[in-house]
């Protein structure tokens, strides 16, 4: 999995006045838990951009005021109307505890429906999996090649070693339905076929 690396100020107050100077400032107020204690800190916004606009997954260096620790984005909160990153969660990883994350799904291969001119929906963009933090994938791959048209790829389909999928098994990932065009093609087929 990518890494990236952050560097933040611990926060001496943690309050509403504080992070909304915080904000005016550019930074984002944000929290590392997950190991003894709770550290509150802040981030340059700018800094965060390229970890939190991204599909992708990334373990998370941090360096807070000389010391470093390992943790992955657990939560972001962005303005309702803006979309600007309010507030960021981060949750300090152990080699030995399972962390749950969100990873994206890539679609591979080309579909013999899409061939044929059926229309591929994707319904689900990531999957929610639970594992060791160094047997996370960077992102879960999706074979489109037996996908014919009326025919799609369910979650318990996907098969992960050491990874356990928290999405309920009966979800579809991706299909392959009848376009308008094809439908139009195979009722002028019928058509032409009724009138010999």
Same mark, same amino acid.
Do not use: C, W
């Given at each position: 999995?990518?890494?990236?690396?952050?560097?933040?100020?611990?926060?001496?107050?943690?309050?509403?006045?504080?992070?909304?100077?915080?904000?005016?400032?550019?930074?984002?107020?944000?929290?590392?838990?997950?190991?003894?204690?709770?550290?509150?800190?802040?981030?340059?916004?700018?800094? %965060?951009? #390229? +970890?939190?606009?991204?599909?992708? &997954?990334?373990?998370? $260096?941090?360096? /807070? *005021?000389?010391?470093?620790?390992?943790?992955?984005?657990?939560?972001?909160?962005?303005?309702?109307?803006?979309?600007?990153?309010?507030?960021?969660?981060?949750?300090?990883?152990?080699?030995?505890?399972?962390?749950?994350?969100?990873?994206?799904?890539?679609?591979?291969?080309?579909?013999?429906?899409?061939?044929?001119?059926?229309?591929?929906?994707?319904?689900?963009?990531?999957?929610?999996?639970?594992?060791?933090?160094?047997?996370?994938?960077?992102?879960?791959?999706?074979? %489109?090649? #037996? +996908?014919?048209?009326?025919?799609? &790829?369910?979650?318990? $389909?996907?098969? /992960? *070693?050491?990874?356990?999928?928290?999405?309920?098994?009966?979800?579809?990932?991706?299909?392959?339905?009848?376009?308008?065009?094809?439908?139009?093609?195979?009722?002028?087929?019928?058509?032409?076929?009724?009138?010999?």
């Amino acid at each position: 999995m990518k890494s990236f690396a952050i560097s933040g100020s611990l926060r001496e107050n943690v309050g509403k006045r504080d992070a909304k100077e915080l904000r005016y400032q550019g930074k984002v107020p944000a929290v590392l838990y997950g190991g003894k204690e709770q550290y509150h800190f802040s981030v340059s916004a700018a800094d %965060l951009k #390229p +970890l939190v606009y991204t599909p992708d &997954v990334h373990f998370v $260096e941090i360096n /807070l *005021d000389g010391s470093k620790y390992q943790a992955i984005v657990q939560e972001t909160q962005f303005h309702p109307l803006t979309d600007v990153l309010r507030h960021i969660d981060f949750l300090l990883l152990d080699d030995k505890k399972p962390v749950s994350v969100s990873i994206p799904i890539k679609l591979t291969g080309t579909s013999p429906g899409v061939r044929e001119g059926g229309k591929l929906i994707q319904k689900l963009r990531n999957l929610r999996v639970k594992a060791l933090p160094n047997d996370l994938p960077q992102y879960i791959e999706v074979s %489109l090649e #037996p +996908l014919t048209v009326g025919k799609s &790829v369910r979650v318990d $389909e996907v098969k /992960l *070693d050491k990874v356990t999928i928290l999405n309920n098994g009966d979800d579809t990932i991706v299909s392959v339905i009848t376009s308008r065009a094809l439908r139009q093609a195979e009722q002028e087929a019928a058509k032409t076929g009724g009138k010999k």
